[in-house]
């Protein structure tokens, strides 16, 4: 069984310290990321989009709430499913979507694919395909903070499935070890492909991963982007002032199956449907309108430039030449000596 959906907090007053040009720009980075991952999921049915394609639709609060709390130097680590962090990272709907379509003129010049966005000038270091990958490449980004001495703050999104991957401890007792400042930001979903987490961890609550070495950790409410923000925020100002890795726990839960292949008919209905009650966008709009932040008339201007950039980053992708055979080994092969090579994989200086 998954965990009961919390109770809906009816948030009819702006949390303290909430700023209102902060919650606009939440929202609107929300419905982007859910028009472009619905039309994405359209291309993908119409034989646009190859390969896998995993959607965050449903855990756009977790992702929103988490990179809007950090500076845009703070380097990012995420899984395969990983279009929303790079949007909200303000990566250009056009390049994310070209990517996906396995073009040219995409974000990785159409050699990653969706599970592979990477946007090196956003401080963006990718999607993962391997499950718990990007985890011990969050503790590299951290090292490289620490060691030039910078004020910044590393984090990495990975699933409740990752936990059990035993990089998980092996990263967590490095970063402690060596006060690396690290976010370990665990969005549970509650499952790992159809397998429910408590059929696939002896103790669910996840955060206790993070005690044995230590570690602060705090399980929040991942649909609430407000309760997001705030815990991210405390997070990075912890790291960044302590040099003390944190870890965040995030209970939320996708709207779709594992990817486009999975029909997604092994998870209960009446626990899809409660999910859904708490559509994350559905009541970050009824508290901006409630408490009067935005008017109706300014969310549906919102919604239609989303909807305007979505059609117009497909129409690129259209029109964008497909990668050339002949580009098949490039960025695959490489000489590890040369320059060239060194000034793509390093962490750029907050300077450049
Ligand atoms: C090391 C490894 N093992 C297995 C897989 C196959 N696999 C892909 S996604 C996935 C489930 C991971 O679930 P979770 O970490 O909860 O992330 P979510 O998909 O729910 O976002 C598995 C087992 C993989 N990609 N990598
Ligand atoms: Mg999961």
Request: aromatic share 8%.
């Amino acid at each position: 069984m998954a965990e009961e959906a919390p109770v809906v907090k009816d948030t009819t007053v702006t949390p303290p310290g909430a700023d209102a040009e902060l919650m606009q720009r939440m929202f609107a980075t929300m419905h982007l990321i859910r028009t472009f991952e619905e039309r994405a999921a359209e291309e993908y049915m119409r034989g646009n989009i190859g390969g896998f394609l995993h959607l965050a639709i449903g855990e756009e609060a977790a992702v929103v709430g988490s990179v809007l709390a950090l500076r845009p130097t703070d380097p990012i680590t995420s899984t395969y499913r990983e279009h929303g962090q790079a949007l909200a990272r303000g990566s250009e709907p056009r390049a994310v979507m070209a990517e996906l379509f396995g073009r040219e003129t995409g974000l990785c010049h159409g050699h990653g694919g969706s599970m592979h966005l990477m946007d090196r000038e956003r401080f963006f270091f990718g999607g993962y395909g391997i499950v718990g990958g990007s985890i011990p490449l969050a503790v590299g980004l951290g090292f490289a903070i620490s060691y030039r001495q910078e004020d910044g703050v590393a984090l990495v999104m990975f699933g409740d499935g990752a936990t059990n991957q035993g990089v998980l401890g092996e990263s967590m007792n490095m970063a402690k070890l060596w006060s690396l400042p690290v976010i370990f930001f665990c969005l549970n979903n509650q499952y790992g492909m159809g397998t429910a987490v408590d059929r696939a961890s002896a103790d669910t609550q996840l955060t206790k991963r993070a005690d044995a070495f230590g570690i602060p950790a705090h399980r929040i409410d991942g649909m609430d982007v407000l309760a997001v923000q705030q815990a991210v925020s405390d997070a990075a100002h912890h790291a960044r002032t302590q040099h003390d890795p944190v870890m965040i726990e995030a209970i939320a839960y996708r709207y779709r199956g594992h990817s486009m292949s999975d029909p997604d008919r092994t998870r209960p209905e009446d626990e899809k449907a409660r999910w859904r009650a708490r559509d994350p966008l559905v009541t970050f709009e009824r508290i901006l309108l409630g408490e009067g932040l935005v008017t109706a008339e300014e969310l549906a201007a919102v919604r239609d430039a989303n909807q305007a950039a979505v059609d117009d980053a497909v129409a690129f992708a259209n029109d964008s030449p497909p990668v050339p055979e002949t580009a098949l080994a490039d960025d695959v092969y490489t000489d590890p000596w040369s320059d060239d090579s060194r000034g793509s994989a390093r962490m750029p200086r907050r300077s450049e």
